[in-house]
């Protein structure tokens, strides 16, 4: 299992399903459906396309694979000069299928101030050291 420490919320039910559908798959990843209508945008900032936003969802961590596929993918990757966002876009470049286990919302990224608050929040009302 692959996990940064910008997202501290993974709950340990959502963890323990992203584990047993990656044994099951070899590979999994948790995620959320996408909330807002994503558009796709060239250079200059004209709108391209609008995708179907049930087809659309945001990734998470952990993410979780065989170690041979997920070794397999950063050499490939290396190989080619291949930079990914995740660790699953380097086994998905191998044709291996990735399947996605849905968690929740409060698995939020840290990466801002703004996001802070609202972390803050998650550790008063919903994931903080009482619920370890």
Known sequence: MV???????AAKAHILACLS?????????????VKDTIKVVD???TI???PERRS????????AFRLSL?????????KDGFIGTDDAMLVERLGQP??????????????????LPWAEWI???VRGEKEL
Not at 108 to 114: L, M, N, R, Y
């Open 3 to 9: 996990h940064d420490g910008v997202r501290p919320f």
């Open 21 to 33: 559908q990656a044994k099951e798959s070899e590979a999994a990843v948790l995620a959320v459906p």
């Open 43 to 45: 250079p200059s900032g």
């Open 48 to 50: 391209q396309a609008t």
């Open 56 to 63: 659309l969802w945001a990734i998470q961590t952990p993410q």
């Open 70 to 78: 997920l070794l397999r993918g950063y050499e490939e990757a290396a």
């Open 98 to 115: 990735v399947q996605v286990v849905e968690a929740d919302y409060y698995n939020i990224k840290i990466t801002t101030p703004e996001d």
């Open 123 to 125: 550790i008063s009302h």
